[in-house]
């Protein structure tokens, strides 16, 4: 418990509560109460009047996140009534300042404008009243703390735009990332299911084998799908949250299974290996298995019973992934028009997200052909 206690922060309005109680007390100890000795105590109206300002300078702080340009407006009348008066105004020149110091940190635009505007101001009447104040340095002080506060609220509003700025970008950085692994996921299993599901149709009346082979092909590529999905789910989880049927991220050994799998939608993969294979970083080696599934997608979807090519280059710095396929042009245009929009504009937020690149496009000759760099220790 006491390790945890400094991380413990109260909320804003017991925060507000607890100000708005410290100044009320302080004010309240200007009132001239009738226990006090003859002399210093006052009559009821009196009494009265003192509770009024007290309340005035003081209860307002409630509210100064939501009005912070009324709450300053009410202490500052308070605080000119005592200076009138000839009363005590330290309580009330507190107030004003927590009052300025909502009003940078708390105010909308214009009204962070205005209290720049105003600390600019309190400023300049710190330098005019110090050239002729005569030894009374009690204005420019004033002056001085009231542009202290307003430029304390003003950084606090500064770094709390800039932390909502990171969490929105993060936030955003986030959801993206969700958005290319459901569509790596949903789209590499759908589209062989849906020509698995194709093939058994067209098969139905002539080869019951052919059928059944389908079927368990389709069981097998519902499972895996299901299987990566719930990979998502977890990860949304809370940490620690674990459960039946969550497999780890996949990874570059994983490709065979996916040319595999490609064999049986009807595209004719091959994987050719250059370099000595190694572990490479969870996050390179999961882009590169993402690059293989979508571009096997594509030759799945758009050139069905074309020959696919998975080249993987392990080099120094990192792996080189080429995927080739030799299907017709209109097929090649195809993945050019329709498979280039959120598939492929995934994979590239990717490799550039890990600081390398990849590039694709319809291949010499005839097919398409998707390259991609991602960089990794040597």
Known sequence: MRRAWPQRQLRAETVDRLL???LLVWALFDV???WRPPGHGGSAPVILGFITLAAAQSVPSLWRRQQPAAVLALAGAALAVKYAASLNVWSAGAAVLVAAYGLG??????VRRASRALAACALLTVFITLQTDNGNHGPPVACALLATALGMGEVTAAHRDTATAAARH???MERARLARELHDVVAHQLSAIAVQAGAVRLAAADDP??????IA????QARSGLTELN???RELRAAGDTGPGMAPQPRLGDIPGL????GESGVRAELRVQGEPRPLPAAVELAGYRVVQESLTNAIRYAAGAAATVHLAYRDDGIMIEVTDDGPCAAADAVAIHGGGVGLAGLRERACLLGGQLEAGSAAGQGFVVRAFLPGPP
Do not use: C, F, K, M
Not at 105 to 110: C, L, M, R, V
Not at 217 to 220: D, H, K, N, T, V
């Open 217 to 220: 092909a389709i069981e097998r």
């Open 259 to 262: 040319i595999e799998r490609a």
């Open 170 to 172: 993060a936030q955003d």
């Open 209 to 214: 084998q052919v059928v059944a082979a389908a």
């Open 105 to 110: 940190a708390y105010g909308s635009n214009a």
């Open 231 to 233: 990979q998502l789910v």
């Open 32 to 34: 001239p109460w009738w």
């Open 20 to 22: 708005a109680a410290v």
